[in-house]
């Protein structure tokens, strides 16, 4: 069982920076990809970004590509969204996602919500304009 902890959501004005961190437990998290979704009120869930297992490949929702950085650090057992340029429509709660199977795939893969096993409860994100 992997349990998943997001945290360093909050309100900041368009155009700032905010750091989201989510903390795993278990001691095979090298071993999971790893991705970001968000929920905005009234819409489902979707995609922002992914980085492998191996930290290789990373992929990105069109809509923040440019803007949006994911790392992972696999000595802490975190994954990282470095989030710059922020717009209104990013406020949603963001949730990471945690893939056990050892399997790199591609953009396809890691941006479908059924490919993870594994979810945390969310941090709100909100961008006032």
């Known amino acids: 069982q992997v349990q998943l902890v997001e945290s360093g959501g909050g309100l900041v004005q368009a155009g700032g920076s905010l750091r989201l961190s989510c903390a795993a437990s278990?001691?095979?998290?090298?071993?999971?990809?790893m991705g970001w979704f968000r929920q905005a009120p009234g819409k489902e869930r979707e995609f922002v970004a992914a980085?492998?297992?191996?930290?290789?490949?990373?992929y990105y929702a069109d809509s923040v590509k440019g803007r949006f950085t994911i790392s992972r650090d696999n000595a802490k057992n975190t994954v990282y969204l470095q989030m710059n340029s922020l717009k209104p429509e990013d406020t949603a709660v963001y949730y990471c996602?945690?893939?056990?199977?050892?399997?790199?795939?591609?953009?396809?893969?890691?941006?479908?919500?059924?490919?993870?096993?594994?979810w945390g409860q969310g941090t709100q994100v909100t961008v006032s304009s």
């Open positions: 996602a945690a893939d056990q199977t050892i399997y790199t795939g591609g953009y396809l893969y890691y941006s479908e919500k059924n490919t993870y096993d594994y």
């Open positions: 278990g001691r095979t998290f090298s071993r999971y990809g």
């Open positions: 980085v492998t297992w191996s930290g290789s490949s990373t």
